[in-house]
Structures are given as C-alpha cells and as structure tokens.
C-alpha cells in the first residue's frame, strides 16, 4: 500500500510541477504580448489602447522597470511629463541606465532643469550621444547659452565623424 501512496504522491508532485512551470511560461508570454501590442497601438498613434496595454504589462510583469520605462517613454512623447514622472516614481529595486536616462527626459520636459542635472551628474556617465544631448537641453534650460551651444557642437562634430 505504501507503494501504491507513494506512487500517487509522486504523480500528484508531478502534475503540480507542470501546471506551476506551465503559469509561468504563460503569464510571462501573456506579458510579451501585452508590450507588444501598446508598442503597436503606440506607433499607431492609437494611445488609449496603448495605455490600457501597458498597464495591462505592468500589472502582469509586477511593475517590471523595462515596461515602466517603455510605459513613461511614451507619455514623454506625448507631453505626459507628470504622470510620466509619477510611474518612474514607482518604481523600486535597482535602477538602470535606461530608466535614469528617462527619468532625466522627463525632468526636462516639465522644466525641472536642476533635478535633471542632479540626478544626470549622479547616475549617468556622459559618454553616450543621447545623455550628452540632454545635457546640452538642460544647459539650454538653465540659460547657460555658450555651455549649451559647446554641447551642441560636440554632438554634431561626433555626428559628422
């Protein structure tokens, strides 16, 4: 008889170990699926759908800062600066380029020029073209014209290169 109990026991761990692996697959492929549709909505200009696929995203990925990023990058584009900043505000764990590059993206569009200069000092590198350009609009926002414009024609020299 203990065979026979152990036997179930062992078919029963089996099953819930497949219907477990299984969830996840599908919830991280129901994740996939939701990016890609408010990438498509978005580019589509379609941004009430894309909305209610990345929320859809964030929910299912937990609050993954790969779709907050993606998430806040679009209302960016659109002008949503606040709730842009109130989503990267959210955010918790640790914190990549990525999401400080737009978090400083953010800060210029609502004309937070020394918070984008703070938090770019403090956690960017200035190597890239895209965190040299927001530096030379935070310049351009603080009034520093001549410091503005030397960025602006490093930009463009590296550019022509």
Do not use: W
């Not at 939701?34 to 995203?57: D, F, M, P, V, W």
């Not at 679009?74 to 990267?88: D, E, I, T, V, W």
């Amino acid at each position: 008889m203990s065979l026979i109990n152990s036997g179930r026991f062992l078919l029963i761990s089996l099953v819930v170990l497949l219907v477990v692996a299984c969830s996840e697959s599908n919830q991280e492929q129901a994740n996939t699926v939701h990016l890609e549709r408010a990438k498509a909505y978005s580019e589509q200009g379609q941004y009430k759908a894309a909305t209610i696929e990345y929320k859809n995203a964030l929910k299912k990925s937990g609050g993954a800062i790969e779709v907050a990023i993606l998430y806040a990058n679009m209302l960016n584009n659109l002008g949503h600066y606040a709730p842009a900043l109130s989503l990267l505000e959210q955010v918790t764990g640790d914190k990549s380029e990525g999401y400080y590059l737009e978090l400083v993206d953010t800060f210029v569009g609502m004309r937070k020029f020394l918070s984008a200069e703070a938090t770019l000092k403090d956690h960017l590198s200035l190597s890239s073209v895209e965190v040299k350009l927001l530096e030379a609009n935070i310049q351009l926002g603080l009034g520093e014209l001549t410091l503005a414009g030397e960025l602006f024609d490093k930009i463009l020299s590296v550019n022509k290169a």
